[in-house]
């Protein structure tokens, strides 16, 4: 695993020029702040990375976008071959103060 700053993660992710990034119901942890019983997947295919307030955007066009905020840092947990990678977002967590909140993405 190796932990990217925010300023890393977008040098990363323009370095690799990804096609899409998915979050998906299915991906996240069993603690996910997330609490859902229903399985999704969203599709995105741009990610601009933002360090005040520490943000990243994941969109498609205007009307489309997932945006987590309070970004500590983030994980590449895995790359499983050079077509797609598994990574952590880990972000405060405004629910408890005594863990963070993680959110898988897969980057294609």
Do not use: W
């Not at 019983?37 to 599709?43: G, H, P």
């Amino acid at each position: 695993m190796k932990k990217f700053s925010l300023t890393e993660f977008k040098e990363y992710c323009e370095r690799i020029q990804p096609k899409q990034f998915l979050f998906s119901s299915e991906y996240q942890p069993d603690n996910s702040p997330l609490g859902l019983e229903l399985t999704f997947l969203q599709s995105y295919i741009f990610a601009s990375v933002f360090l005040a307030p520490n943000s990243i955007a994941f969109r498609n066009n205007k009307q489309s976008q997932l945006v987590f905020e309070g970004v500590k840092y983030v994980n590449i947990i895995e790359e499983t071959d050079e077509r797609k990678t598994v990574c952590e977002i880990v972000c405060n967590n405004t629910h408890s103060r005594c863990c963070d909140a993680i959110y898988v993405i897969v980057i294609v």
